[in-house]
């Protein structure tokens, strides 16, 4: 069984940054991609970012791409989400995941609320 637990969400103005973590229970972390979705109000759960398990590969959806970085330290079981140049429409609570050997995410975190005004 695996935990995840973010934190690091806030309220922030426009332009500003924050910086999410992810922090896994497990002995297995390791092994396995991550990544971190959102949900704003109103509509569906979007992807947003993915590592693979030794952070040599990253993916980001087109909207934050040049403003967030995924990153991990598997020495301390974390994923990180650097947000940069944050603008009201990346309002949203935001999950991480662990992608499963069957390419679904199998593992979700209870989210956390990113606020940004403008």
């Known amino acids: 069984q695996e935990q995840l637990v973010e934190s690091g969400g806030g309220l922030v103005q426009t332009g500003g940054s924050l910086r999410l973590s992810c922090t896994a229970s497990?002995?297995?972390?390791?092994?396995?991609?991550m990544a971190w979705f959102r949900q704003a109000p109103g509509k569906e759960r979007e992807f947003v970012a993915r590592i693979s398990y030794n952070g040599d590969n990253t993916d980001y959806a087109d909207s934050v791409k040049g403003r967030f970085t995924i990153t991990r330290d598997n020495a301390k079981n974390t994923v990180y989400l650097q947000m940069n140049s944050l603008k009201p429409e990346d309002t949203a609570i935001y999950y991480c995941?662990?992608?499963?050997?069957?390419?679904?995410?199998?593992?979700w975190g209870q989210g956390t609320q990113v606020t940004v005004s403008s």
């Open positions: 497990g002995r297995t972390f390791s092994n396995y991609p």
């Open positions: 995941a662990r992608r499963s050997q069957h390419l679904t995410y199998d593992y």
